[in-house]
């Protein structure tokens, strides 16, 4: 399985990847991966790791998650 993550332009074709992203408003689902990621741009190590540990109940086998900027406010 592939997904396109830039568009054919004139003669050249689309760019594909095999490392899929699922993104959403707030994570980032990444079937196949196994971790957490948290955005650089939640700055406190405090509230970067209370994110972590509430997404990571959630993860398992089946793919890890990015949170992104707007996740940290709803998590």
Excluded at 14 to 39: E, K, W
């Amino acid at each position: 399985m592939v997904q396109v993550v830039k568009d054919p332009l004139g003669t050249k074709g689309a760019r594909l990847t095999t490392d899929i992203t699922l993104p959403s408003r707030y994570l980032v689902f990444m079937p196949g991966a196994s971790h957490v990621g948290v955005s650089q741009r939640i700055e406190s190590e405090s509230e970067r790791e209370r994110l972590k540990k509430v997404v990571a109940e959630y993860c398992d086998e089946q793919g890890g998650f990015i949170i992104r900027t707007g996740g940290g406010r709803r998590v």
